[in-house]
């Protein structure tokens, strides 16, 4: 277990005063984070965990902590645990030294050891009790019901000079600040950071049956499903109308790197007052979607915006197989052929919305890989989507893109709420044409068998895509890159 800036070994610590954490918690207590954000389900444990944690750290001489909640009620129930566990249970209570308060009606909740160590409970609703002091360490109890305001300004720059420590026990509340810290704790460049999930059933002590224990499983079929996720399974989808309820950053969200022998897409979703979106994917030979970069600007010309894509560092091997773009601005498509590499914009790959976003979901959905988790024969499932972590747009947009009401029928309008979906828009356009409108030829259809180059009706059918647009594929120049250098390898279709 994590001893690091202690005051006394956790280990022996714990088995004092009698904790026995469950294996969820060992997950914190035995993490070097130094902000830890534990994103926990009613009665996974999460007071006690947070508490029992800082507790080795108060006999350090000469510290100061706080535990800090959205109100006096709510920060007491961290101060409880420390409270019972040594002012009562090994009984610092009884030393004259020792100075102390428990009275939650008037705020007065403190202790202070005669090593001239202490532990306060604050209130946010009281800013003002929440400037001015260097703090060696707190607990942001319940923090999202909490304003980011109470972390940013007051509590983080209160632990720069001491290089302090915090820890964010809390109950998930939709997709607010707290949901950024957790990203920053999965993502694997902020070092100083780290995130779990844990729901209701982690805790096997209360619930020794896991997901399918009786009590969850009554809770389960007795409330409404959004409040079931997000007071019990800890998620932070849960709201009414949202289009993508298959993505899950635990599962979804990975580390992806370029890998020059994929073939390279890049998809567009035009604009300029709302954002200008650009996802740039590979796929396998397993058509699994690989999401390894975004470019996502407002207020920004075309030109502008494919002059900074140029401008990014590139990793080796970089090439670019083919740009799909909205076939609504046909003037966009060809600005992308001219000025940075071939696209084309079928209007088919817009026309059915319902269809796109089906599709979008079918990827999304676990798959049997064929290969085995564990010994017991568990068969590995992994998603045929994933993202990069730094593609934080698509992450969010995916997490928040919601309709009032999916429309019916293959050939249906845009049914979404016209707003978190610029990203998803440009993925769904890349997609189609990848996997619907590209689909209707085979290899052995357009491919010359004997190895020496593309048929003429090869050509014809990507002219043919790209005729609404106003452009088309010159092969003797005026591209730096084949558009169909990549087009082939996905399991023969075009």
């Known amino acids: ?37 534990a994103v926990c389900g009613r009665r996974f444990g999460k007071s006690t965990m947070a508490a029992r944690d800082l507790e080795p750290h108060l006999f350090a001489p000469k510290k ?14 961290e101060f409880r645990v420390i409270w019972d566990d040594l002012i009562i249970g090994k009984q610092l209570g009884r030393n004259r030294k020792v100075k102390k308060a428990y009275n939650k009606k008037q705020g007065d909740m403190y202790i202070e050891f005669p090593w001239g160590t202490r532990l306060e409970a604050r209130s946010a609703d009281h800013p003002e009790n929440l400037v001015g002091e260097a ?10 019901k909490q304003k980011t305001e109470t972390w940013e300004r007051f509590l983080r720059p209160a632990l720069s000079d001491n290089r302090g420590f915090a820890t964010f026990p809390t109950t998930p509340e939709g997709f607010n600040w707290v949901h950024k810290l957790y990203q920053q704790g999965k993502h694997p460049d902020h070092k100083n950071w780290e995130s779990w999930r844990f729901p209701s059933w982690a805790n096997t002590v209360i619930y020794p049956g896991g997901r399918q224990d009786p009590e969850i499983l009554e809770i389960e079929s007795t409330t409404i499903p959004d409040w079931f996720d997000q007071e019990i399974a800890a998620l932070f989808t849960a709201f009414v109308g949202k289009i993508y309820g298959e993505f899950d950053e635990e599962t979804h969200v990975e580390q992806v790197e370029y890998d020059p022998s994929l073939p390279n897409y890049i998809a567009f979703d035009w604009g300029f007052v709302n954002p200008m979106a650009a996802v740039e994917f590979q796929v396998t030979p397993r058509d699994e979607i690989r999401i390894w970069r975004e470019h996502y600007k407002t207020y920004t010309t075309l030109n502008e915006f494919l002059a ?61 890989t064929g290969l085995v988790a564990d010994e017991h024969g568990t068969p590995l499932m992994r998603p045929g989507l994933v993202a990069d972590h730094d ?104």
């Not at 100061?64 to 129930?77: M, N, Q």
């Open 1 to 37: 277990m994590s001893n690091a800036g202690v005051a006394i070994d956790k280990d022996r610590f714990f088995a004092e005063i009698g904790y026995v954490p469950h294996a969820e918690q060992m997950k914190f207590h035995c993490s070097l984070a130094r902000f830890r954000v």
């Open 64 to 77: 100061r902590f706080w535990i800090v909640g959205p109100t006096y009620d709510l920060a007491e129930k």
């Open 308 to 368: 900074q894509m140029k401008a990014r560092e590139q990793p080796e091997g970089y090439k670019i197989d083919l740009c799909f773009g909205d076939a609504a601005d046909p003037s966009a498509i060809e600005t992308v052929n001219q000025e940075f590499a071939p696209c084309i914009g079928d209007p088919r790959a817009k026309e059915n919305w319902r269809e796109g976003v089906m599709l979008v979901k079918k990827f999304m959905k676990l798959r049997d």
């Open 391 to 494: 593609c934080t747009w698509f992450i969010h947009e995916a997490n928040n893109y919601k309709t009032k009401k999916m429309p019916k029928g293959n050939n249906a309008p845009e049914g979404d709420e016209k707003k978190e979906n610029h990203t998803l828009d440009a993925l769904r356009y890349g997609l189609m044409h990848l996997f619907v409108v590209g689909c209707t030829y085979h290899l052995d259809d357009v491919a010359d068998v004997n190895g020496l180059g593309l048929q003429a009706e090869a050509l014809a059918r990507l002219n043919a895509l790209a005729g609404a647009t106003g452009s088309s594929y010159n092969p003797d120049g005026g591209a730096d890159i084949d558009p169909l250098a990549g087009i082939f390898t996905m399991e023969g279709r075009f």
């Open 135 to 144: 703090l060696d360490g707190v607990i942001v109890s319940e923090a999202a």
